[in-house]
């Protein structure tokens, strides 16, 4: 219930206030396990990404935002579950696993933080070794505009949100350099789409 009104809230706002642009939505799997990566640079990166989908999206979320049991059961109505930040953490993967396992879709992003001004960072392995364990597809997802509300002389952007055709883990999981390779193929296409894109405008 909770997921379902805040995705017409959000709905409306990005609509309205900041004009959202959606496009390849056909590229998202209607059911199944999948894994949804994007790039990231502001916290208005998870409900745009998610809001416009027909399908929910789970995300991981530093555990630091479960501070009390109101914030704890808005974040886990909203499919969400904590991880530890700065450390391995086996249960964040386990869950993780367990999400998509359950055909659902997970919303990653690769990078691991926050770009804030939109540079590249290194792709972290993690969401190939999960694409890989779950034999789930990736979709990269390029989220464009978020780095402008209310900062950096956008205040109003437009916001646009592309999703890409879904890639495939073909390595083994035990390969490190193929993990890191692929995570930074997602990357890859996410920055593509990002600058076709600009180059269309």
């Known amino acids: 219930m909770i997921y379902a009104l805040l995705k017409i809230t959000f709905a409306m706002f990005f609509s309205i206030?900041?004009?959202?642009?959606?496009e390849g939505r056909e590229n998202m799997p209607n059911e199944g396990p999948v894994i949804l990566a994007a790039n990231h640079m502001s916290n208005w990166d998870p409900p745009l990404l998610a809001t416009f989908l027909a399908r929910p999206v789970s995300y991981m979320a530093k555990q630091e935002l479960f501070f009390?049991?109101?914030?704890?059961?808005?974040?886990?109505?909203?499919?969400?579950?904590?991880?530890?930040?700065?450390?391995?953490?086996?249960?964040?993967?386990k869950a993780a696993l367990a999400e998509l396992k359950k055909g659902r879709c997970l919303g990653v992003f690769p990078q691991g933080t926050r770009s804030r001004h939109g540079e590249r960072k290194k792709a972290e392995p993690g969401v190939a070794l999960l694409a890989a364990m779950a034999k789930a597809p990736v979709v990269p997802a390029a989220i464009i505009g978020t780095d402008h509300v209310f900062a950096n002389g956008g205040f109003l952007?437009?916001?646009?949100?592309?999703?890409?055709?879904?890639?495939?883990?073909?390595?083994?999981?035990?390969?490190?350099?193929?993990?890191?390779?692929?995570?930074?193929?997602?990357?890859?296409?996410?920055?593509?789409?990002?600058?076709?894109d600009s180059i269309s405008d």
């Open 17 to 22: 206030v900041f004009r959202a642009k959606i």
């Open 68 to 93: 009390n049991f109101i914030a704890d059961y808005i974040l886990r109505s909203c499919h969400s579950f904590p991880v530890k930040r700065g450390a391995a953490d086996r249960g964040a993967i």
């Open 157 to 196: 952007p437009k916001l646009r949100v592309i999703y890409g055709k879904p890639l495939m883990f073909q390595g083994e999981k035990q390969d490190k350099q193929a993990l890191q390779d692929f995570s930074q193929k997602i990357m890859d296409e996410i920055y593509a789409m990002i600058k076709n």
